[in-house]
Protein backbone atom coordinates (compact mmCIF):
# COMPACT_ATOMS: atom_id res chain seq x y z
CA UNK A 1 0.00 0.00 0.00
CA UNK A 2 3.01 2.34 0.30
CA UNK A 3 3.20 2.86 -3.34
CA UNK A 4 -0.77 3.46 -3.86
CA UNK A 5 -0.46 5.85 -0.46
CA UNK A 6 2.16 8.02 -2.31
CA UNK A 7 0.33 7.93 -5.85
CA UNK A 8 -2.95 9.11 -4.16
CA UNK A 9 -1.49 11.83 -2.24
CA UNK A 10 0.34 12.92 -4.96
CA UNK A 11 -3.03 12.64 -7.40
CA UNK A 12 -4.78 14.58 -4.66
CA UNK A 13 -2.08 17.45 -4.08
CA UNK A 14 -2.18 17.68 -7.78
CA UNK A 15 -6.32 17.64 -8.59
CA UNK A 16 -6.72 19.86 -5.80
CA UNK A 17 -4.05 22.06 -4.57
CA UNK A 18 -2.94 22.63 -8.54
CA UNK A 19 0.14 21.08 -7.66
CA UNK A 20 2.70 20.52 -10.31
CA UNK A 21 3.10 16.66 -10.98
CA UNK A 22 6.78 16.95 -12.17
CA UNK A 23 8.10 18.54 -8.65
CA UNK A 24 5.87 16.44 -6.45
CA UNK A 25 7.36 12.71 -8.32
CA UNK A 26 11.13 14.39 -7.31
CA UNK A 27 11.07 12.66 -4.15
CA UNK A 28 11.74 9.53 -2.47
CA UNK A 29 10.37 6.74 -2.82
CA UNK A 30 8.96 7.68 -6.52
CA UNK A 31 9.59 4.18 -8.68
CA UNK A 32 8.19 3.31 -12.13
CA UNK A 33 4.67 2.40 -10.96
CA UNK A 34 4.29 5.27 -9.23
CA UNK A 35 5.29 7.54 -11.81
CA UNK A 36 3.31 5.47 -14.22
CA UNK A 37 0.36 5.94 -12.47
CA UNK A 38 0.44 9.48 -11.42
CA UNK A 39 0.56 10.47 -15.14
CA UNK A 40 -2.07 7.95 -16.35
CA UNK A 41 -4.76 9.00 -13.88
CA UNK A 42 -3.73 12.57 -14.03
CA UNK A 43 -4.03 12.43 -18.52
CA UNK A 44 -7.56 10.26 -18.16
CA UNK A 45 -9.14 12.71 -15.51
CA UNK A 46 -11.88 13.80 -17.29
CA UNK A 47 -12.56 9.73 -18.76
CA UNK A 48 -12.25 9.06 -15.35
CA UNK A 49 -14.95 11.98 -13.49
CA UNK A 50 -17.28 10.50 -16.92
CA UNK A 51 -17.31 6.54 -15.82
CA UNK A 52 -17.93 7.98 -12.29
CA UNK A 53 -21.24 9.67 -13.12
CA UNK A 54 -21.76 6.86 -15.60
CA UNK A 55 -22.31 3.91 -13.09
CA UNK A 56 -23.25 6.16 -10.06
CA UNK A 57 -25.21 9.32 -11.25
CA UNK A 58 -23.28 11.26 -9.16
CA UNK A 59 -21.34 13.95 -10.44
CA UNK A 60 -17.60 13.99 -9.38
CA UNK A 61 -18.13 17.59 -8.05
CA UNK A 62 -20.65 16.64 -5.72
CA UNK A 63 -17.96 14.07 -3.81
CA UNK A 64 -15.49 14.71 -0.93
CA UNK A 65 -12.24 15.74 -2.54
CA UNK A 66 -10.32 12.63 -1.10
CA UNK A 67 -13.12 10.36 -2.28
CA UNK A 68 -12.96 11.68 -5.93
CA UNK A 69 -9.26 11.34 -5.90
CA UNK A 70 -9.64 7.61 -4.70
CA UNK A 71 -12.28 6.63 -7.67
CA UNK A 72 -10.28 8.53 -9.58
CA UNK A 73 -7.07 6.50 -9.35
CA UNK A 74 -9.36 3.00 -9.32
CA UNK A 75 -10.67 3.90 -12.17
CA UNK A 76 -7.72 4.03 -14.03
CA UNK A 77 -6.34 1.30 -12.99
CA UNK A 78 -9.25 -0.89 -13.87
CA UNK A 79 -9.92 0.75 -17.38
CA UNK A 80 -6.82 2.18 -18.30
CA UNK A 81 -4.09 0.77 -16.90
CA UNK A 82 -3.10 -3.29 -18.08
CA UNK A 83 -0.97 -3.77 -15.16
CA UNK A 84 -3.59 -4.21 -12.13
CA UNK A 85 -5.92 -6.77 -12.02
CA UNK A 86 -9.02 -5.20 -10.98
CA UNK A 87 -10.13 -7.12 -7.87
CA UNK A 88 -7.00 -5.84 -6.63
CA UNK A 89 -8.06 -1.92 -7.83
CA UNK A 90 -10.91 -2.50 -5.80
CA UNK A 91 -9.05 -3.73 -2.78
CA UNK A 92 -6.54 -1.42 -2.04
CA UNK A 93 -8.93 1.54 -3.31
CA UNK A 94 -11.29 0.24 -0.75
CA UNK A 95 -8.14 0.24 2.04
CA UNK A 96 -7.14 3.77 0.95
CA UNK A 97 -11.26 4.70 1.89
CA UNK A 98 -10.51 3.62 4.89
CA UNK A 99 -7.84 4.97 5.95
CA UNK A 100 -8.45 8.70 4.60
CA UNK A 101 -12.22 8.52 4.56
CA UNK A 102 -14.03 5.90 6.39
CA UNK A 103 -17.30 6.65 6.22
CA UNK A 104 -16.91 6.48 1.95
CA UNK A 105 -15.45 2.64 1.62
CA UNK A 106 -18.87 1.47 1.22
CA UNK A 107 -19.22 3.96 -1.82
CA UNK A 108 -15.63 3.55 -3.61
CA UNK A 109 -16.41 -0.15 -3.14
CA UNK A 110 -20.28 0.09 -4.63
CA UNK A 111 -18.81 1.90 -7.66
CA UNK A 112 -16.16 0.53 -8.95
CA UNK A 113 -17.51 -2.66 -9.23
CA UNK A 114 -19.68 -1.43 -10.76
CA UNK A 115 -16.94 -0.24 -13.19
CA UNK A 116 -15.37 -3.90 -12.78
CA UNK A 117 -18.64 -5.03 -14.32
CA UNK A 118 -18.43 -2.53 -17.58
CA UNK A 119 -18.25 -4.65 -20.72
CA UNK A 120 -14.94 -4.01 -22.77
CA UNK A 121 -17.31 -2.31 -24.88
CA UNK A 122 -18.36 0.06 -22.68
CA UNK A 123 -14.96 0.49 -21.02
CA UNK A 124 -13.63 1.40 -24.60
CA UNK A 125 -14.80 5.43 -24.50
CA UNK A 126 -12.97 5.96 -27.82
CA UNK A 127 -16.29 6.23 -29.65
CA UNK A 128 -18.15 8.20 -26.90
CA UNK A 129 -19.98 11.75 -28.18
CA UNK A 130 -18.52 13.26 -25.02
CA UNK A 131 -15.03 14.92 -25.46
CA UNK A 132 -14.01 14.73 -21.95
CA UNK A 133 -14.90 11.07 -22.07
CA UNK A 134 -13.31 10.31 -25.51
CA UNK A 135 -10.30 11.84 -25.29
CA UNK A 136 -9.77 13.61 -21.29
CA UNK A 137 -10.21 17.21 -22.52
CA UNK A 138 -12.28 20.13 -21.84
CA UNK A 139 -14.70 20.52 -25.01
CA UNK A 140 -13.20 24.22 -25.00
CA UNK A 141 -9.58 22.84 -25.49
CA UNK A 142 -10.78 20.48 -27.73
CA UNK A 143 -12.68 22.93 -29.72
CA UNK A 144 -9.51 25.33 -30.28
CA UNK A 145 -7.88 22.22 -31.83
CA UNK A 146 -11.09 21.68 -34.14
CA UNK A 147 -10.90 25.61 -34.91
CA UNK A 148 -7.18 25.28 -35.95
CA UNK A 149 -7.49 22.36 -38.28
CA UNK A 150 -10.72 21.05 -38.66
CA UNK A 151 -13.27 18.61 -37.27
CA UNK A 152 -11.36 15.32 -39.03
CA UNK A 153 -7.70 16.27 -38.05
CA UNK A 154 -8.50 17.74 -34.26
CA UNK A 155 -9.72 13.88 -32.78
CA UNK A 156 -6.25 12.48 -34.53
CA UNK A 157 -4.53 15.15 -32.20
CA UNK A 158 -6.32 14.35 -29.50
CA UNK A 159 -5.22 11.04 -29.36
CA UNK A 160 -2.13 11.50 -29.88
CA UNK A 161 -1.64 13.66 -26.92
CA UNK A 162 -2.90 10.97 -24.41
CA UNK A 163 0.48 9.38 -24.66
CA UNK A 164 3.99 10.81 -23.88
CA UNK A 165 6.33 11.93 -27.03
CA UNK A 166 8.99 9.53 -27.38
CA UNK A 167 11.98 10.36 -24.66
CA UNK A 168 14.84 12.62 -26.86
CA UNK A 169 18.55 13.76 -25.94
CA UNK A 170 20.27 15.77 -28.04
CA UNK A 171 23.87 14.89 -28.59
CA UNK A 172 26.19 17.96 -27.38
CA UNK A 173 28.98 18.30 -29.90
CA UNK A 174 31.00 20.47 -27.95
CA UNK A 175 32.42 16.99 -25.89
CA UNK A 176 31.27 13.99 -27.60
CA UNK A 177 29.84 12.95 -31.42
CA UNK A 178 26.88 10.76 -31.81
CA UNK A 179 28.74 6.99 -32.47
CA UNK A 180 30.54 7.99 -28.60
CA UNK A 181 27.60 8.81 -26.87
CA UNK A 182 25.37 6.56 -27.72
CA UNK A 183 28.32 3.52 -27.04
CA UNK A 184 28.28 5.10 -23.70
CA UNK A 185 24.80 5.07 -23.00
CA UNK A 186 24.13 1.62 -24.21
CA UNK A 187 27.52 0.77 -21.83
CA UNK A 188 25.14 2.54 -18.91
CA UNK A 189 22.64 -0.01 -20.11
CA UNK A 190 20.07 2.31 -21.42
CA UNK A 191 18.08 1.34 -25.24
CA UNK A 192 19.32 3.83 -27.69
CA UNK A 193 17.26 4.60 -31.03
CA UNK A 194 17.76 7.29 -34.08
CA UNK A 195 15.10 10.50 -33.81
CA UNK A 196 12.61 10.93 -36.03
CA UNK A 197 14.32 14.31 -37.62
CA UNK A 198 17.30 15.40 -35.92
CA UNK A 199 20.55 13.90 -36.83
CA UNK A 200 22.50 14.89 -33.38
CA UNK A 201 19.49 13.66 -31.05
CA UNK A 202 18.83 9.93 -30.11
CA UNK A 203 15.74 8.67 -28.60
CA UNK A 204 16.33 7.03 -25.15
CA UNK A 205 14.49 4.48 -23.31
CA UNK A 206 15.81 3.55 -19.79
CA UNK A 207 15.55 -0.39 -18.67
CA UNK A 208 16.17 -2.34 -15.67
CA UNK A 209 19.73 -1.97 -15.97
CA UNK A 210 19.98 1.64 -16.77
CA UNK A 211 20.53 4.52 -14.06
CA UNK A 212 18.38 7.15 -13.41
CA UNK A 213 18.64 9.09 -16.27
CA UNK A 214 19.67 12.31 -14.42
CA UNK A 215 22.37 10.14 -12.55
CA UNK A 216 24.07 8.34 -15.47
CA UNK A 217 27.44 9.18 -16.01
CA UNK A 218 26.75 10.43 -19.42
CA UNK A 219 24.51 13.24 -17.95
CA UNK A 220 26.81 14.32 -15.28
CA UNK A 221 29.21 14.82 -17.88
CA UNK A 222 27.60 16.91 -20.39
CA UNK A 223 27.55 14.63 -22.88
CA UNK A 224 23.46 15.22 -23.75
CA UNK A 225 20.39 17.40 -22.53
CA UNK A 226 17.08 16.15 -22.29
CA UNK A 227 15.12 18.13 -24.99
CA UNK A 228 12.26 17.61 -27.36
CA UNK A 229 13.15 17.25 -31.00
CA UNK A 230 10.78 20.10 -31.97
CA UNK A 231 12.46 22.15 -29.41
CA UNK A 232 15.75 21.11 -30.92
CA UNK A 233 14.26 22.07 -34.29
CA UNK A 234 14.24 25.99 -33.24
CA UNK A 235 17.51 26.26 -32.53
CA UNK A 236 18.33 24.53 -35.95
CA UNK A 237 15.63 27.28 -37.60
CA UNK A 238 17.46 30.22 -35.88
CA UNK A 239 21.14 29.06 -37.47
CA UNK A 240 23.15 30.51 -34.71
CA UNK A 241 26.74 31.83 -36.54
CA UNK A 242 29.90 32.27 -34.64
CA UNK A 243 30.41 35.72 -33.67
CA UNK A 244 27.12 36.48 -33.23
CA UNK A 245 25.52 38.75 -30.73
CA UNK A 246 22.42 36.56 -29.50
CA UNK A 247 19.27 37.18 -27.20
CA UNK A 248 17.37 34.13 -25.94
CA UNK A 249 14.15 35.44 -23.73
CA UNK A 250 12.61 32.86 -21.66
CA UNK A 251 15.41 30.69 -21.56
CA UNK A 252 14.94 28.64 -18.67
CA UNK A 253 16.65 25.73 -18.30
CA UNK A 254 18.82 26.96 -20.78
CA UNK A 255 17.99 23.63 -23.44
CA UNK A 256 17.89 26.37 -26.66
CA UNK A 257 21.03 28.55 -25.44
CA UNK A 258 23.23 25.78 -24.94
CA UNK A 259 22.12 24.48 -28.22
CA UNK A 260 22.53 27.67 -29.83
CA UNK A 261 26.41 27.81 -28.11
CA UNK A 262 27.41 24.26 -29.70
CA UNK A 263 26.03 24.89 -33.03
CA UNK A 264 27.91 28.26 -33.19
CA UNK A 265 30.63 25.97 -31.96
CA UNK A 266 30.83 28.08 -28.64
CA UNK A 267 32.16 31.42 -30.42
CA UNK A 268 28.69 33.31 -30.15
CA UNK A 269 27.76 35.60 -27.32
CA UNK A 270 24.96 34.68 -25.79
CA UNK A 271 22.37 36.54 -23.50
CA UNK A 272 20.19 34.21 -22.00
CA UNK A 273 17.02 36.00 -19.70
CA UNK A 274 14.79 34.21 -17.30
CA UNK A 275 11.87 36.15 -14.78
CA UNK A 276 12.63 33.58 -12.51
CA UNK A 277 15.85 33.52 -10.05
CA UNK A 278 16.00 30.04 -9.63
CA UNK A 279 15.27 29.59 -12.78
CA UNK A 280 18.53 31.10 -14.29
CA UNK A 281 20.45 28.94 -12.05
CA UNK A 282 19.16 26.23 -14.06
CA UNK A 283 20.48 27.89 -17.33
CA UNK A 284 23.75 27.98 -15.59
CA UNK A 285 24.32 24.86 -14.02
CA UNK A 286 23.64 23.30 -17.59
CA UNK A 287 26.07 25.77 -19.23
CA UNK A 288 28.53 24.75 -16.88
CA UNK A 289 27.72 20.82 -17.06
CA UNK A 290 27.29 20.94 -21.20
CA UNK A 291 30.92 23.00 -20.98
CA UNK A 292 29.38 26.17 -22.72
CA UNK A 293 31.35 29.24 -21.81
CA UNK A 294 29.49 31.87 -23.89
CA UNK A 295 26.27 32.17 -22.19
CA UNK A 296 25.62 35.01 -19.78
CA UNK A 297 22.46 35.48 -17.60
CA UNK A 298 20.00 37.91 -16.38
CA UNK A 299 16.95 38.23 -14.53
CA UNK A 300 14.14 39.84 -16.60
CA UNK A 301 10.83 39.99 -17.73
CA UNK A 302 11.11 39.65 -21.79
CA UNK A 303 7.66 41.77 -22.06
CA UNK A 304 9.68 44.77 -19.90
CA UNK A 305 13.15 44.50 -20.77
CA UNK A 306 15.37 46.99 -22.03
CA UNK A 307 18.99 47.39 -22.87
CA UNK A 308 21.02 49.26 -25.36
CA UNK A 309 22.43 46.35 -27.12
CA UNK A 310 21.18 44.61 -30.52
CA UNK A 311 21.48 41.22 -31.40
CA UNK A 312 22.15 39.40 -34.64
CA UNK A 313 19.83 36.95 -33.24
CA UNK A 314 16.60 36.96 -30.88
CA UNK A 315 15.00 33.56 -29.96
CA UNK A 316 11.47 33.90 -28.50
CA UNK A 317 9.98 30.64 -27.21
CA UNK A 318 7.43 32.36 -25.29
CA UNK A 319 5.04 31.28 -22.88
CA UNK A 320 1.82 29.35 -24.30
CA UNK A 321 -0.61 27.23 -23.32
CA UNK A 322 1.30 24.08 -23.49
CA UNK A 323 -1.08 22.24 -25.52
CA UNK A 324 1.16 20.74 -27.68
CA UNK A 325 3.19 18.67 -25.16
CA UNK A 326 -0.10 17.69 -22.87
CA UNK A 327 1.16 14.08 -23.44
CA UNK A 328 3.90 14.81 -21.24
CA UNK A 329 2.97 16.76 -18.88
CA UNK A 330 -1.03 16.05 -17.93
CA UNK A 331 -1.19 18.56 -15.07
CA UNK A 332 -1.73 20.96 -18.27
CA UNK A 333 -5.10 19.63 -18.84
CA UNK A 334 -6.07 20.60 -15.66
CA UNK A 335 -5.09 23.89 -15.34
CA UNK A 336 -5.68 25.30 -18.64
CA UNK A 337 -8.77 27.23 -19.55
CA UNK A 338 -9.64 29.42 -22.70
CA UNK A 339 -9.77 32.59 -20.67
CA UNK A 340 -6.32 31.59 -19.23
CA UNK A 341 -5.34 30.98 -23.25
CA UNK A 342 -6.54 34.41 -23.81
CA UNK A 343 -4.53 35.91 -21.44
CA UNK A 344 -1.30 34.62 -22.67
CA UNK A 345 -2.28 35.60 -25.81
CA UNK A 346 -1.82 38.82 -24.76
CA UNK A 347 1.14 38.47 -22.80
CA UNK A 348 2.88 37.24 -25.97
CA UNK A 349 2.37 40.27 -27.79
CA UNK A 350 3.99 42.28 -25.13
CA UNK A 351 6.85 39.89 -24.96
CA UNK A 352 7.23 40.01 -29.11
CA UNK A 353 6.87 43.40 -28.92
CA UNK A 354 9.41 44.27 -27.12
CA UNK A 355 12.16 42.17 -27.82
CA UNK A 356 11.52 43.29 -31.87
CA UNK A 357 13.20 46.36 -30.52
CA UNK A 358 16.34 44.67 -29.90
CA UNK A 359 17.00 42.90 -33.68
CA UNK A 360 19.37 44.32 -35.60
CA UNK A 361 18.03 45.34 -39.00
CA UNK A 362 19.47 42.65 -41.39
CA UNK A 363 18.67 40.28 -38.21
CA UNK A 364 16.66 37.47 -37.09
CA UNK A 365 13.81 37.31 -34.61
CA UNK A 366 12.74 33.30 -34.23
CA UNK A 367 9.29 32.86 -32.52
CA UNK A 368 8.58 29.27 -31.11
CA UNK A 369 5.83 27.85 -28.68
CA UNK A 370 4.84 24.32 -27.53
CA UNK A 371 1.43 24.54 -28.48
CA UNK A 372 -0.73 24.01 -31.42
CA UNK A 373 -3.40 26.95 -31.07
CA UNK A 374 -3.29 28.87 -34.29
CA UNK A 375 -4.16 31.72 -32.06
CA UNK A 376 -0.81 31.46 -29.95
CA UNK A 377 1.47 30.79 -33.35
CA UNK A 378 0.08 31.89 -37.09
CA UNK A 379 -2.55 34.06 -35.73
CA UNK A 380 0.23 35.66 -33.42
CA UNK A 381 2.43 36.05 -36.30
CA UNK A 382 0.54 37.39 -38.61
CA UNK A 383 -1.10 40.09 -36.14
CA UNK A 384 2.80 40.69 -35.11
CA UNK A 385 3.42 41.64 -38.93
CA UNK A 386 0.45 44.07 -39.32
CA UNK A 387 2.33 46.12 -36.22
CA UNK A 388 5.26 46.02 -37.53
CA UNK A 389 6.33 46.22 -41.11
CA UNK A 390 9.48 46.43 -41.07
CA UNK A 391 9.59 42.51 -40.06
CA UNK A 392 8.64 39.69 -42.97
CA UNK A 393 8.62 36.08 -42.41
CA UNK A 394 11.99 34.27 -43.80
CA UNK A 395 12.01 31.02 -45.50
CA UNK A 396 13.48 28.57 -43.63
CA UNK A 397 13.04 25.24 -45.97
CA UNK A 398 16.85 24.86 -46.26
CA UNK A 399 17.47 24.32 -42.75
CA UNK A 400 14.72 22.12 -42.42
CA UNK A 401 15.37 17.83 -42.46
CA UNK A 402 14.37 16.29 -45.59
CA UNK A 403 10.94 14.81 -43.97
CA UNK A 404 9.38 18.07 -43.08
CA UNK A 405 10.14 19.87 -46.01
CA UNK A 406 6.80 19.86 -46.79
CA UNK A 407 5.55 20.48 -43.66
CA UNK A 408 7.06 24.48 -43.64
CA UNK A 409 5.27 27.47 -45.40
CA UNK A 410 6.25 31.12 -46.03
CA UNK A 411 8.16 30.93 -42.80
CA UNK A 412 6.01 28.96 -40.35
CA UNK A 413 6.09 25.25 -39.27
CA UNK A 414 3.89 23.42 -37.04
CA UNK A 415 4.77 20.02 -35.74
CA UNK A 416 1.84 18.08 -34.69
CA UNK A 417 2.17 14.70 -32.53
CA UNK A 418 0.31 12.71 -34.73
CA UNK A 419 1.90 13.50 -37.66
CA UNK A 420 5.82 14.04 -36.38
CA UNK A 421 6.58 11.10 -34.11
CA UNK A 422 7.56 14.32 -31.75
CA UNK A 423 5.73 16.73 -29.18
CA UNK A 424 3.47 19.70 -30.79
CA UNK A 425 5.43 22.92 -31.44
CA UNK A 426 5.16 26.09 -33.19
CA UNK A 427 8.50 28.15 -35.28
CA UNK A 428 7.96 30.99 -37.19
CA UNK A 429 11.49 32.79 -38.49
CA UNK A 430 11.18 36.80 -39.36
CA UNK A 431 13.61 38.90 -40.44
CA UNK A 432 13.90 42.91 -40.18
CA UNK A 433 14.39 44.65 -43.23
CA UNK A 434 17.32 46.87 -43.62
CA UNK A 435 15.53 49.52 -44.48
Known amino acids: MEDRELIYSILYDCCENKAFSNLSLNGNGVDDFVRAAVYGALTYVYSEDYLIKSVSGRDVSSLDPKVRTILRFGVWQIVFSDKVPDYAAVNTSVDLAKRYSPKASGLVNAVLRKVTALSPEQRDLSTSKSVEAAYSLKPEIYGIFKKSYGADKAPLIAKALLSPSPLSIRVNTLKTDKDSLRKSLEDEGFEVSPASFIDDAFILKPTGKSPAIEKSKSFTEGLFMV ?7 ASVVADPKAGMKILDCCAAPGGKSTHMAALAEDKAQILALDINTSRLELIKANAVRMGVQGISTAEADSSSFDTDDRFDLVLCDAPCSGLGIMGGKPDIRLTISYERIQEIIQRQKLILDNVARF ?17 ENEDQVRSFLERHGDYELCDFDNLLPASLKSSESSGMLTLLPDEDGCEGFFIAKLRRKNG
Do not use: D, M, R
Open 227 to 233: QGEAAQL
Open 359 to 375: VKKGGTLVYSTCTINAG
